[in-house]
Structure formats: structure tokens, C-alpha cells
């Protein structure tokens, strides 16, 4: 470190994780210095809008972040090689996506992008430097980080590093209350000025008994075992909402009724199309992959069950869809509710709404998409297909509002749980509707009674008819 204090931090990799979490440091601590660099000019252009409401990412409470921030000790750049020569604390922000190809095909992650810049730092780092990986990253990656840094000559620039683990917990769309009221910051690392110098940052705003330090390897596991047992939960919950289905019960009641339970914890039980975003899927397959590469095969099986139960999930909705829909969608006019992952972000990566979409259109169905925050470009790349594609099989448009979708809709589908989709009137919509009609509500957020009394027809995720006269023959 240059004289043993961190004052100047860059951050490689402006997305959905460097930019909130760098935005949060500045904000809370002045007296530093923060660059956030990446090779996607597109993206920093952005970060640097005048406009705040055309920032890359959409959370809660950050462009006000950026507005008290940026310029002042925040800074987006795409000049890498400037910020990492004056930087005493680097952290690594970048994607690591599943590999497309090669070795470890579909679940090992790549890590191209964290072996690149790494070797960006070696070039360009000045005196003492620490590395932080921010990013989510396999067992053992500082290892590979380390030996890639220490095989410069060790005079170059007068190159000290040391290596830590500090993965990111945030959740989008809560990303920036996450950031600033954290369960707790883990530290993994075997340099204790490292550690401290980085605890230092954090202590600013984070109360130091939430300020965990561990080995490197545990830090690293313990970030995709936290995914694993999260996404493990929603795939449990998803395949009881089945059996509610077809006995009658209700998944909103069996999740508060066993949520109660103060071992089992009420958060995290909400059933739904299927978990997206971008990382528990890549996670818990990482898990699967470095279960089997170190021989621990019903390991891997068990891990690789949960994502197996969560495409399952999503397949299952669209049977439904078909099925309700007389088992014809062609030139059936359908409204999608929701486009992202969840509600209160613009991501769509590995979101629910992309599978049933696709599945409609694979029908014949026009659908209508509404989404708060996401735009018509990100639709047309997830779909792989233009808007107003009129060939006389199925197509999209997005539209600006619920009262658009609804015109002469069959059937209206709520793919994201928005807080708007939580108190619409009802009437309304069923009055634009054609009869037959139908809602499918895959996230449970609407009320049986308030829908079916506007002669709408009904079904819900987790939710079977308590009236039916199932028989169940021990
Ligand atoms: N998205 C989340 O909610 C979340 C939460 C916790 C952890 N993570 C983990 O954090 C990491 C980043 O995730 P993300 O969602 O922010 O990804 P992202 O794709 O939004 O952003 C990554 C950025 O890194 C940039 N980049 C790649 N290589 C680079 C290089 N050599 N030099 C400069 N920039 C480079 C890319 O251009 C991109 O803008 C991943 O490992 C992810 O698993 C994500
Ligand atoms: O009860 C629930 C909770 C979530 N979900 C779905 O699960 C997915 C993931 O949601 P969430 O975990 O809230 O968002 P992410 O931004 O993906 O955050 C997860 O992934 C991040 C990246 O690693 C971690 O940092 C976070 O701690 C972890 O929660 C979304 O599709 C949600 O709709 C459900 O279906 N039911």
C-alpha cells in the first residue's frame, strides 16, 4: 500500500455488483478516492448520464448515490491502466458467467474475465496493491489470482500483493439497503494488515460484529453454499406448491405455517415460476462441477436436483397455459405482466418471464409484455426475435401500460411480482379482456375472490380447490 492507508480504491467492473457497491463506499466514506473502470464503454457512458434516470442499473436509492457522489470521490472510467497504477486497494467486480464451452462445458464458471484482469494489474500496479475478489468465484481462485500476479519479475513497479476474499451478498432490487445494512461482510484472507485495511473501510458505516474473518477458502465457498441453501429453499417450496395444487391446499398457507417455525424462518418461502438471475443457477451448477471434480458424486447429485426441480418449474407453468387455453394459443392475445427476474430491478438475466414467453410464442400466442423498467432492446435480445414479428406465428409487443396489455386479451400472465401488479382494479381490466378469460398468476400475489367476481377465470401458483372432492386411496 502506498504509506500503509488506503486512499485510492478502483474497481474493475462497472456492473450490477461494482457499480452499487462502489457507489456505497464513496458515499460512506469520503475521505476516499473511488475509480470504477471497465472495458464496456457503452456502460461507463452511461454510468456518466446526465439524465440519472438513464443510469445502466436500476435499484432503489442509488441514482440519489450517485447524484451526492459522482465527480466528487466517485468516478466511471474507462481509462484501466491510469486507475490501477494509483490504486492501494483493487477489487475485482467482473462477470463470471458458466462456460459456453471446453472443459467443464455448462457448469464450470469462466473465468476468463478474472484471469484477464488480473493480468491487467500485474502490467500496470504500483508498490504495494491489495486484491480483493468481489466477484463470485470457484474454490481455490486466489490461487490462481496469486500466481498470476507473482509471475512478474519481483521488482517490477516494486510489486507487493496480497489477495483477499470479500463476496458480495447483495440481492437486486435491494441491492443498495443490503449494501448499507448488511447481515455481515466476510473477509477471507492470510494478510492481517490486508484484512484490517479493509475491515477499515468497511467499519465506516458496518457494525465490526458483523465483520466476519475467515480463511480464503472458506470465504469463497461459504458465497456459493449461501446461494445453494437459498435457492434450495425455492425449489422446495416450488415443488410443494404442486402438491398444494392437486390437494386442495394452499402454498400460501403451508409457507406462513411452517415459516413460523423459528428453524425453518419465514423469509425466502414465496413459490413462483422458478427462481431466476444471474447467479443461482451458475452458482450451485459451480457447486455441482467442483463436487464431481473432486470425486464427490452424490454431492453433486443432490445440489444438481435443485436447479433440475427449478426448470421443471418453469416448464410446469407453461403446460398449464396450454392446457387452460383449450390447448390452441395460435393468434391468442396474451398479457405478461413483468419481464425482470423480480420486482425493483431492469435485470432479466435468467429470468422466469424469458422460458414462458418463449414457450407462448412457440405456440402462436401475440403476446403484450409490460414491465416498469425493462426496455424493448433487452426483449427483442432475450427472445431472440423483433417486435411486431408478423408472420402469422406467435409474437410480441411491448406495450406502456396494464390497460394496453389488456385490450381483447384472453388471458392476462403475472411474471414478476411488481408492486403496481399488487392493487389493480380488476373490473377494469376484465372489461378490455375477450371472454373467455383467464388469469395466470405464477407468483401469487393476487386475491381468488377479488379476481373471480369480475368473471375472470382463475389460477394461481401453490393454490388447489379446497372444495374438490379428491380422494386420496391409502
Ligand atoms: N448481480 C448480482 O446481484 C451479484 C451479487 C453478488 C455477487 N455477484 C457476482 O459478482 C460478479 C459480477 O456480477 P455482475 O452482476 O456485476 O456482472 P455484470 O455483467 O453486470 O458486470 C461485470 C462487468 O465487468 C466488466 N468486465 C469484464 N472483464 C473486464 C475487464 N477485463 N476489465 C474491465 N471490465 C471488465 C464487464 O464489461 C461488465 O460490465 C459475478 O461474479 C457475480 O456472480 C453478482
Ligand atoms: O421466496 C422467494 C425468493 C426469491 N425467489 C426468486 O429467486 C430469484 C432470486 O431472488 P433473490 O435472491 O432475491 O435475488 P438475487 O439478486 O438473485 O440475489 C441472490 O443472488 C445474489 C448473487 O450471488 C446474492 O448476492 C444474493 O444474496 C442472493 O439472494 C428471483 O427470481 C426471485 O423471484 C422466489 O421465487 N421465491
Not at 426441480?309 to 407453468?317: A, E, F, K
Amino acid at each position: 500500500m502506498k504509506d500503509s492507508e488506503v486512499k485510492n480504491i478502483c474497481c474493475i467492473g462497472a456492473g450490477y455488483v461494482g457499480g452499487p457497491t462502489m457507489a456505497v463506499i464513496a458515499d460512506n466514506c469520503p475521505s476516499l478516492k473511488v475509480n470504477v473502470v471497465d472495458i464496456n464503454e457503452e456502460r461507463i457512458k452511461k454510468w456518466n448520464e446526465k439524465d440519472f434516470d438513464r443510469l445502466p442499473i436500476y435499484e432503489p436509492g442509488l441514482a440519489e448515490i450517485i447524484k451526492r457522489c459522482r465527480n466528487k470521490n466517485l468516478f466511471f472510467s474507462i481509462d484501466i491502466k491510469k486507475h490501477i497504477e494509483s490504486a492501494d486497494m483493487i477489487f475485482l467486480s467482473v462477470n463470471t458467467p458458466i462456460k459456453k464451452s471446453g472443459l467443464g462445458k455448462g457448469q464450470a464458471s469462466d473465468l476468463k474475465y478474472i484471469e484477464s484482469s488480473t493480468r491487467e494489474i500485474a502490467k500496470y500496479a504500483k508498490g504495494e496493491t491489495i486484491i480483493v475478489e468481489k466477484s463470485t468465484l470457484p474454490v481455490r481462485t486466489a490461487e490462481t489470482i496469486k500466481s498470476i500476479l507473482e509471475s512478474n519479475d519481483k521488482s517490477f513497479n516494486n510489486q507487493k500483493f496480497s489477495v483477499l476474499s470479500n463476496p458480495e451478498f447483495l440481492a437486486e432490487g435491494t441491492a443498495i439497503n443490503d449494501l448499507e445494512n448488511p447481515d455481515r461482510v466476510l473477509i477471507g484472507g492470510e494478510n492481517p494488515e490486508a484484512i484490517t485495511a479493509l475491515e477499515e473501510i468497511y467499519v465506516n458505516w458496518v457494525d465490526k460484529n458483523k465483520i466476519l474473518k475467515t480463511n480464503l477458502w472458506s470465504s469463497e465457498l461459504s458465497k456459493l453454499v449461501a446461494n445453494a441453501f437459498l435457492a434450495q429453499r425455492i425449489s422446495s417450496i416450488n415443488s410443494i406448491s404442486a402438491i398444494c395444487e392437486t390437494t386442495g391446499a394452499d402454498i400460501n398457507e403451508v409457507s406462513r405455517a411452517i415459516g413460523m417455525d423459528t428453524r425453518i424462518g419465514e423469509k425466502f418461502l414465496n413459490a413462483g415460476p422458478g427462481y431466476g438471475g444471474s447467479c443461482f443457477k451458475k452458482d450451485i451448477l459451480n457447486l455441482v462441477y467442483l463436487s464431481k471434480y473432486y470425486g464427490l458424486n452424490e454431492v453433486a447429485s443432490y445440489w444438481q436436483k435443485v436447479v433440475d426441480l427449478n426448470v421443471w418449474q418453469q416448464h410446469r407453468i407453461r403446460k398449464i397455459i396450454v392446457k387452460k387455453l383449450f390447448n390452441n394459443l395460435t393468434s391468442k392475445k396474451i398479457g405478461i405482466m413483468g419481464f425482470s427476474f423480480k420486482a425493483n430491478t431492469n435485470d432479466t438475466r435468467e429470468s422466469p418471464a424469458i422460458q414462458i414467453c418463449k414457450d407462448l410464442i412457440e405456440e402462436g400466442a401475440d403476446l403484450r409484455i409490460y414491465d416498469p423498467k425493462v426496455n424493448k432492446f433487452q426483449i427483442e435480445k432475450d427472445l431472440e426475435q423483433n417486435q411486431f414479428n408478423d408472420n402469422g406465428e406467435g409474437s410480441w409487443t411491448l406495450c406502456k401500460s396494464i390497460k394496453d396489455i389488456a385490450i381483447d386479451a384472453d388471458a392476462i400472465v403475472i411474471a414478476t411480482e411488481w408492486e403496481e401488479f399488487k392493487s389493480l382494479d380488476w373490473s377494469d381490466i376484465s372489461r378490455l379482456m375477450r371472454s373467455p378469460k383467464w388469469l395466470f398468476d405464477t407468483r401469487g400475489i393476487t386475491n381468488s375472490k377479488d379476481i373471480k367476481q369480475h368473471n375472470i377465470n382463475y389460477w394461481k401458483i401453490g393454490l388447489g380447490d379446497s372444495s374438490s372432492n379428491i380422494k386420496f386411496n391409502f
